[in-house]
């Protein structure tokens, strides 16, 4: 256990009283949590699994305004969406980056009625989007933000400027529309800098993952998933934000609603490594329709290729993985528009995927389902508000709201707002990011590569972790990671991990990069046994966790972590050659 983490639940059994607690470690859940605390409040964080484990560590990695939202009426909604996608681009600028959209267009006035149909209730799949529609879609967006103008207005490309920037493009696009939204590289990353955010700024609030809250009888228990140890709360309010698990979530804490709050879709997405497919893409996303009518997309992603999504509902709530149908239904879409590429399975490196906790609907076409979100209060001895909907891009204002109802509950009045709070390495972010690289690069004599990479995963708080590697002798995780070993111990001792699962998938990015491998494994099995003195045993049970749960829910097996390891050795071989 890390001295954060024992510290925590010091401060816990001490003192069980809290004025909300919150149920479920997602986005949603910081929030929040975040939101709260930040108003003075002592707040209780649990999490039974890891912070942004579970849909929060699936999504599409796009912070949009949610152009498609436009066709199912949801004006509101992109108007949010917009403001927030805006204030993140502000606020948490080195994770959070503008993102150049290209669009094909293959008709000139289809889908035009789209919006009207779904007006009328109509809940099949709309019809493909012309020129005409997509004009309007996109006029709309730049409309909305024309007071706060921080990303450029759309354009239109004629066949031979479609041609000429995308060569592979498929030859059905006859002209193409280019807008701008944005991109998130580290989303689990972010959770932590809200998390660590938050307990500078109120120490009285603890964050707790993998634990839960045990009601039995009317008392609230604290239970410690990694001990067993249970503890007494006593909690003015509860906030419910488990996502796709809030109707459980609500059975579990003593409420029979008559309906289901929720109805969850599927989203898979596949990290490619294909070097032509990147190239292909000119540092665009593509905003492409399948032929079911299903809108994805394809973007460059930490060097790989970022590609999606499924949207299939779903009858019970579990973990999920992307299963061969979907990866062949990603990989095919992907011919669609790129037709003369070669594009298979074998260029998938991880894979992804996650329920989405959309209000309970009964549409057809799973996409006319509302991205939107709302709250509703339960009563009880302890009042329950439930988190039900919402989406990445939104969650700051979602938790706004939901705050804002707890403290009408309470009698509290909001101290600030969250809306131009920078977020954890996105405080005095420069403008341009060198003038932070170059800063490290002369303080730290660090190579080019070694800063950026810094940078680009801790932003102004980049410093932090220089220090953190400069104190004593560092080295590479192993030959040619990007990731260091003081790196690592640091990410164990300071956010809120646990487990061997929790650096790889969610602290670092080894694992959605592809770089990933048994060889690297080893080596971080070797550091957090040494940094939290566990048994031979202990470790051998995190490893094999680490290595079942990547392979059964991420595609890569334990013989793909080995060749991993042999590839790997032949690139260093190579590059170590004189030329």
Not at 17 to 26: E, H, K, L, P, S
Not at 51 to 79: K, Q, T, W
Not at 81 to 109: C, G, Q, W, Y
Request: hydrophobic share 35%; net charge neutral; aromatic share 6%.
């Amino acid at each position: 256990m890390s001295t954060q983490r024992q510290q925590s639940l010091a401060k816990l059994y001490s003192d069980g009283a809290f004025d909300v607690v919150v149920i479920g470690g997602g986005v949603n859940g910081i929030g929040v949590y975040r939101d709260l605390s930040l108003q003075g409040l002592r707040v209780l964080l649990v999490e039974r699994n890891d912070f942004c484990s579970g849909c929060s560590a699936a999504p599409s990695r796009m912070i949009h305004g949610g152009l498609r939202y436009l066709e199912n009426g949801e004006f509101d909604l992109v108007r949010e969406s917009l403001r927030e996608r805006d204030a993140l681009l502000k606020n948490a600028p080195h994770l959070v980056r503008p993102l150049p959209t290209m669009i094909p267009i293959t008709s000139r006035f289809s889908g035009l009625l789209n919006a009207a149909a779904s007006f009328l209730g109509r809940t099949g799949k709309p019809s493909n989007r012309g020129a005409i529609p997509i004009k309007l879609g996109l006029s709309l967006y730049d409309w909305v933000t024309r007071s706060r103008r921080i990303l450029p207005r759309h354009q239109f490309k004629s066949a031979t400027q479609t041609r000429q920037g995308w060569p592979a493009l498929t030859p059905a696009a006859t002209r193409s529309a280019i807008y701008h939204d944005a991109w998130i590289s580290h989303p689990e990353r972010l959770c932590i800098e809200l998390l660590r955010d938050t307990v500078r700024a109120n120490p009285n609030s603890i964050a707790l993952n993998y634990a839960e809250l045990d009601v039995r009888g009317g008392t609230y228990n604290l239970l410690d998933l990694r001990t067993g140890e249970s503890n007494p709360i006593q909690p003015k309010v509860i906030v419910n934000a488990t996502g796709a698990w809030l109707d459980d979530t609500i059975r579990t804490l003593g409420n029979t609603p008559d309906k289901p709050f929720v109805s969850g879709t599927k989203g898979s997405h596949l990290i490619l490594d294909n070097p032509k497919l990147l190239r292909a893409l000119g540092g665009h996303m593509v905003y492409f329709e399948n032929m079911d009518g299903r809108v994805c997309i394809v973007f460059p992603y930490l060097g790989r290729v970022l590609a999606g999504s499924t949207d299939i509902r779903v009858d019970r709530v579990r973990r999920v993985r992307c299963e061969e149908e979907e990866a062949d239904y990603i990989l095919e879409s992907l011919r669609l528009v790129f037709p003369g590429l070669k594009i298979s399975s074998d260029d998938v490196v991880f894979s992804y995927s996650g329920i989405r906790p959309l209000p309970h609907s009964d549409h057809d076409f799973t996409g006319r389902i509302s991205r939107g979100h709302y709250t509703r209060r339960l009563d009880g001895d302890v009042p329950q508000f439930c988190m039900i909907g919402g989406k990445w891009t939104t969650f700051r204002a979602f938790a706004e709201q939901t705050a804002n109802e707890v403290l009408t509950e309470l009698g509290k009045t909001r101290h600030q707002s969250t809306l131009e709070t920078a977020i954890g390495g996105g405080v005095g972010f420069p403008a341009q990011s060198e003038v932070l690289e170059e800063g490290l690069q002369r303080r730290y004599r660090l190579s080019a590569a070694r800063a950026a990479h810094l940078v680009a995963h801790y932003g102004t708080q980049a410093d932090r972790v220089a220090d953190a590697c400069e104190a004593t002798v560092d080295e590479p995780l192993t030959q040619g990671c990007p990731y260091t070993r003081q790196e690592i111990r640091l990410l164990l001792r300071e956010e809120f991990t646990e487990t061997l699962s929790d650096i790889v998938l969610r602290r670092t990015a080894l694992a959605i990069t592809g770089g990933i491998s048994m060889q690297v494994i080893d080596a971080l099995a070797d550091l957090l046994a040494k940094e939290r003195c566990l048994s031979e045993q202990d470790i051998a049970r995190q490893r094999a966790a680490l290595i079942n749960e990547l392979t059964e829910y991420h595609g890569v097996s334990a013989e793909t972590l080995i060749a991993r390891n042999i590839k790997r050795s032949e690139e260093c071989e190579l590059a170590a050659r004189p030329a």
